[in-house]
């Protein structure tokens, strides 16, 4: 292709995005709302799938005592623990925490304002004796519970695992929705796109039908359509990717904050991902805004 | 050269527009094609354009064989052609100048030798001077020279005119004929639609006449030797 065809196919494009203002706006809206929910699904999926192998990795379990236990039962259950070589066997380490030591611990990771309410508690303290026990093998963790709640003067045993398999589901669902709403979402995204530039080839269709009597190429037809379309793809996927990254603040904000309570939650930060987003982002508005047309276009040029 | 022979064209509807008609048109001639309305003119006229393909028989444009044209090489037939309509067919939102240069550049020419060409051709139409106009701001006799010009713009070999003159008055007509004998003179071939009488005994051109689609007659000299057939 010439250099002078290209940029003719260019001014084409960039003509027909103009001129059809209000489809143009309209068809980019879609793509940057379809990109923004896709790409929404698909990192929360992605985040937590890192979640849960974070926690998978983490082979730490809380053994939390009976309330009101002495400071002499709270020894004994270590000696209990280390008695017993069946649970012993994936034992790595414990270690004893008493609940004085939880509730200091657990003023410092408070910020310093609300550290008064922490300091109320030092006389009655809500928390309890625990033991923090580490495993060998994390396969084995289900097993290894078990045995522990079993065990006398045991209250309640935190594993994370729950909450993996929790999450696991969770993911899995997640996973599902997204791929669901990738296809839907695409579809409407080049239909919309179809639509516009069937209403462009639409408007030139006598142009059109001018440039075949004087012997135009159906490439050459075509270009400036396909241009057209290009151009709507990669301007909405350029506003939905910078949308995309202020969402993705926020959600994984939402996450941190209603997970913090079970684990202490580590999101992938949008910077580590920028790359591959926009990559996909520009892939998918690319295919959509040129699919879309080319399909459109074929029908107008059967002449 | 075209060659027409026995060439039958049946629509899908089942009308047979052409039964047998063979026809032969040497480079450099010009023809008056003339016949009553539905006797199968423009139906000759799209099977030379590649817009129809023939039922039955062979017709050859130009080195192309139209019954057995690959889609992708329809674009290359065309070149080879210049096409005139009775509606003129001129992008309103362009100037004529435009007009003429968009036909040249979708055919891959590159600015440069638009730039060198399109005011020759708008001069030989006699219509430098209304360069930047557009066409709802001319006579219908000036569209129609916009068109010829467009028409010519790619130096084909035949101009093709289907009823060029019909939405003109009887003056604009001449003008227009005069026009498509002077690029016959340069050595254009042109094959004219027509239904004027008049216009067609003003020249002493080939005439060839179709009723029904068959070539009723075939004759140097004018226009009267197909009605003493009708009659
Ligand atoms: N696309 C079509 N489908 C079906 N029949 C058609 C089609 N085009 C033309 N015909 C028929 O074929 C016959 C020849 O038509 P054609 O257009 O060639 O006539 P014409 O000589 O150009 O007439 P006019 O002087 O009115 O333009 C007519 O009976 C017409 O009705
Ligand atoms: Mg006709």
């Known amino acids: 292709m010439k250099r002078y065809e290209t940029s003719y196919f260019f001014r084409e494009g960039i003509r027909g995005v103009f001129l059809h203002g209000f489809m143009s706006f309209a068809a980019v809206g879609v793509i940057v709302a379809c990109l923004l929910i896709m790409g929404s699904f698909a990192l929360l999926a992605f985040n937590l799938d890192a979640i849960i192998k974070d926690i998978q990795n983490n082979n730490e379990i809380l053994v939390v005592l009976d309330e009101g236990l002495s400071r002499e039962e709270f020894v004994r259950f270590g000696t209990t623990l280390s008695g017993r070589t069946d649970i012993m066997d994936n034992i790595a380490e414990y270690t004893p925490i008493s609940k004085d030591q939880a509730l200091a611990d657990f003023a410092e990771k408070v910020d310093e304002e609300y550290r008064y309410l922490i300091e109320g508690f030092a006389t009655d303290n809500p928390l309890r004796d625990r033991y923090v026990v580490k495993l060998i093998d994390v396969n084995q963790m289900q097993d290894t519970v078990l045995k522990l709640e079993a065990l006398n003067g045991v209250a309640q045993v935190y594993a994370r695992l729950d909450i993996a398999q929790n999450l696991v589901r969770l993911r899995n669902a997640m996973n599902t929705i997204s791929l669901l709403l990738i296809l839907i979402l695409l579809a409407v995204s080049a239909f919309i796109i179809s639509n516009t530039v069937k209403l462009a080839t639409f408007d030139r269709r006598e142009e059109i039908g001018i440039m075949r009597v004087v012997g135009a190429t159906k490439s050459f037809v075509r270009w400036p359509f396909v241009i057209e379309g290009f151009l709507l793809g990669l301007i909405g996927s350029i506003i939905a990717f910078f949308l995309q990254w202020r969402v993705y603040a926020l959600l994984t904000e939402r996450i941190s904050e209603g997970l913090s309570g079970i684990a202490l939650i580590k999101t992938v930060s949008f910077g580590e991902i920028l790359a591959p987003v926009l990559g996909i982002f520009l892939l998918a508005g690319f295919l959509v805004g040129v699919g879309g047309s080319v399909l459109t276009i074929r029908k107008f040029l059967r002449v | 050269m075209v060659r027409l022979v026995d060439v039958y064209k049946a629509y899908g509807s089942g009308t047979r527009a052409l039964k047998g008609v063979t026809l032969r048109i040497d480079d450099g001639e010009f023809i008056f094609l003339v016949g009553p309305s539905g006797s199968g003119k423009s139906t000759i006229i799209k099977l030379l354009t590649g817009e129809l393909r023939p039922t039955e028989g062979r017709v050859q444009v130009n080195g192309y064989n139209i019954g057995a044209l690959r889609q992708r090489d329809v674009p290359y037939l065309r070149r080879t052609l210049g096409v005139i309509f009775q509606d003129f067919r001129l992008i309103e939102k362009k100037s004529v100048y435009e007009n003429v240069a968009f036909a040249m550049r979708v055919v891959g020419a590159s600015p440069r030798e638009i730039k060198l060409r399109v005011p020759y051709v708008l001069d030989l139409v006699g219509l430098s001077h209304k360069a930047r106009r ?67 005994n003003r020249f002493a051109k080939r005439v060839v006449a179709i009723d029904g689609g068959r070539i009723i007659s075939d004759k140097t000299g004018g226009y009267y030797q197909y009605e003493a057939i009708r009659n």
Request: charged share 25%; proline share 6%.
């Open chain 2, 134 to 200: 557009r066409p709802l701001e001319l006579s219908g006799g000036e569209q129609q020279r916009v068109a010829i010009a467009r028409a010519l713009i790619n130096n084909p070999k035949m101009i093709i005119a289907d009823e060029p003159t019909g939405n003109l008055d009887p003056a604009r007509s001449l003008e227009i004929m005069m026009l498509l004998e002077r690029i016959n003179a340069l050595g254009t071939t042109v094959l004219a639609v027509t239904h004027e009488k008049e216009l067609v």
